[in-house]
């Protein structure tokens, strides 16, 4: 049978270029849920909203494992192709760390994506600010470019945010996992935006039965009453761009890092670009093998 693993955020050494500066995360006791996520502060706004920075907080990581009946996953391999949709992006050399969310057990593999099939986003716009739409699909294509996964926007969507997301949704979505949600949203919504958190972002792994992890979906949920008033500028647009990439870099798998140069770093006031740790991370999370038994 299946076994679903929520996201977990513990933090990998693997890509680390000295001294590994990463914090080792403390794994909390398994609970039912299936979806997983990290937060990222409004700090990453300070310079043009004029919000005082703070750190970010972290969700308490959890697992869920256990058989699973055939009629709580989706008929394998819907919509897998022969090989990669996309061409392979080269990790290259550079400067700057990264961190895996999770990795393949027994391993330093970074848990990912099958880049063989599309990697479907939706997205909930009822609170979302003007130009929102436009703004996540240019995050997204950044992240496509830096990961050679090849996302594919299935348009609009009413569905909500919320902490305990179903990776498969027939009713809503198909027979098929259900696509990467992002959602705006406000922390009487979702409670985990509260004080000054902008964002979470994550995604549900999956087993495929011989011990192969792949993610299957994910949720970006992102505070609209904090970044609204990001919209009325170009900086802050890019700003909010930058959040949004963050996010989406925990959705392909990439952790929090403590080096500041990178847009992964767990405080990142001010960068509006991922740096060369995050798109050596980025590509390895690009690197994933087909999983058609998923």
């Avoid at 403390?26 to 409004?42: D, F, I, S, Y």
């Avoid at 050679?148 to 949704?169: H, I, S």
């Avoid at 999956?206 to 992890?213: A, I, L, T």
Wanted: aromatic fraction near 6%.
């Amino acid at each position: 049978m299946a076994r679903a693993l929520r996201q977990l955020d513990r933090l990998d050494v693997a890509g680390s270029t000295g001294p590994p500066p990463w914090r080792q995360a403390t794994l909390a006791a398994p609970r039912r849920r299936k979806h997983a996520g990290q937060v990222v502060a409004v700090g990453i706004l300070a310079a043009c909203l004029g919000i005082p920075a703070v750190l970010p907080r972290v969700l308490p990581p959890t697992a869920t494992s256990g058989s699973l009946d055939a009629t709580e996953v989706p008929p394998p391999g819907v919509g897998e192709a022969q090989g990669r949709l996309l061409p392979r992006v080269p990790s290259g050399p550079g400067t700057g760390g990264y961190a895996f969310t999770q990795t393949q057990p027994g391993t330093q593999n970074a848990v990912t994506y099958d880049p063989c099939r599309p990697l479907r986003y939706a997205i909930n716009s009822e609170q979302a600010p003007p130009g929102a739409v436009a703004l996540v699909r240019r995050a997204v294509a950044r992240v496509r470019e830096a990961t050679g996964l090849a996302f594919e926007y299935v348009g609009p969507t009413d569905e909500p945010a919320g902490p305990d997301r179903e990776a498969y949704q027939p009713v809503r979505y198909g027979k098929q996992w259900a696509p990467v949600l992002i959602a705006w949203s406000n922390p009487e919504q979702t409670p985990g935006l509260a004080g000054r958190v902008a964002g979470l972002g994550g995604s549900t792994a999956w087993s495929d039965g011989r011990g192969q992890m792949a993610y299957v979906s994910g949720t970006v949920t992102l505070d609209t009453p904090a970044l609204a008033a990001g919209f009325d500028t170009p900086t802050g647009r890019q700003h909010v761009e930058a959040l949004v990439m963050h996010e989406l870099g925990h959705v392909v798998g990439l952790a929090h890092v403590h080096d500041p140069t990178q847009l992964m770093h767990d405080d990142n006031i001010g960068r509006t670009d991922f740096g060369e740790g995050d798109r050596r991370g980025l590509a390895r999370a690009g690197h994933g093998r087909c999983q058609p038994d998923l």
